[in-house]
């Protein structure tokens, strides 16, 4: 047995220890923030998104107090959480409480809407969710005067854009996406979801190559920690829907967004076909780049249920 096949042995072994407990009482956390490279975990959004962020050590891993966070949910759509076109509002609402226990100085929640704004955010359930803990921090920034121009260094195509001053800003970026299909990307995840924090994404489509440009948009504001969403799953008829929804009911969680990406790609059928991730073209450019790793066959993942 080899040193990585024993490390993933001995977390399988904590994980069933945890089974009928609170992960707060997890033996070995600290070792597991050593060598978890993905957490899953199982059972309702909130809970869910907090077992596997602490699958991975807990979000004072990624947050420090005094710290300004950004976390980007897709809360694009003016439907409601069934629709899986949006990240669940427990998913988000949880996101912050974990932030706030971490110390966050400053946390924004923040979208470039394609329907209606308001009506967005009213369907979507993020708003009501986050109010009820830090009201105000929702928000869709759709006025020029919010984003700033930037250059992207190391960009291949798309080598500058209008980021939202709040993102470049940021101490830490949280992707939050829901899992669901794209007609144009293939599949709308962590790396693609940072299309909603720039100003011009139509040059993404007509200007540049898709896959290309989401990987350097990716170069400038890749998230610290990607949680994505598939407590429901749109894996047809995105992004918008309507589509196939299916309900795996887990939280995706890792400090790399390739990854975590890669793995939702690989554990659910799309347009009703299995598919790789190395069959999606960002996410392989994103691992050649050296982004991150798609290689999950070669990486710890931890489950746990909530």
Avoid at 263 to 286: D, F, M, T
Wanted: aromatic share 4%; net charge positive; charged share 20%.
């Amino acid at each position: 047995m080899d040193r990585r096949a024993f490390l993933q042995w001995q977390m399988k072994g904590l994980v069933a220890l945890a089974a009928g407990s609170s992960l707060l009482s997890l033996p070995g956390r600290a070792l597991g923030t050593q060598i978890t490279d993905i957490g899953v975990a199982t059972g309702l959004p909130g809970p869910a998104t907090r077992a596997a962020v602490g699958l991975l050590g807990g979000m004072g891993r990624f947050v420090k107090a005094g710290q300004k966070v950004v976390i980007k949910p897709n809360m694009s759509f003016g439907r409601g959480p069934e629709s899986a076109t949006n990240t669940h509002p427990e998913v988000v609402r949880e996101l912050v409480i974990l932030c706030l226990e971490a110390g966050a100085s400053r946390i924004r929640v923040l979208d470039h809407s394609l329907h209606d704004p308001e009506l967005a955010l009213d369907r979507s359930g993020i708003r009501a969710a986050c109010d009820g803990v830090a009201p105000g921090i929702c928000r869709h920034l759709m006025n020029p005067s919010f984003y700033q121009e930037a250059d992207i260094a190391g960009g291949v195509q798309m080598r500058a854009n209008a980021f939202m001053r709040d993102a470049l800003g940021a101490d830490v970026i949280i992707a939050a996406p829901v899992a669901k299909s794209h007609g144009g990307a293939g599949v709308s995840l962590s790396l693609k979801g940072q299309m909603g924090l720039i100003l011009d994404r139509g040059s993404m489509h007509s200007r540049y190559d898709l896959a290309s440009s989401i990987v350097d948009l990716n170069m400038r504001i890749k998230p610290d920690l990607a949680v994505i969403d598939a407590s429901r799953v749109l894996t047809s008829g995105g992004p918008g829907g309507p589509g196939k929804v299916i309900t795996p009911g887990e939280i995706i969680a890792s400090a790399d967004p390739v990854a975590a990406d890669a793995l939702a790609v690989a554990s659910y059928e799309w347009s009703g076909q299995n598919v790789q991730p190395r069959q999606v073209p960002h996410i392989r450019l994103a691992h050649e780049r050296g982004l991150g790793r798609m290689d999950i066959e070669n990486l710890v993942t931890a489950r746990v249920a909530a």
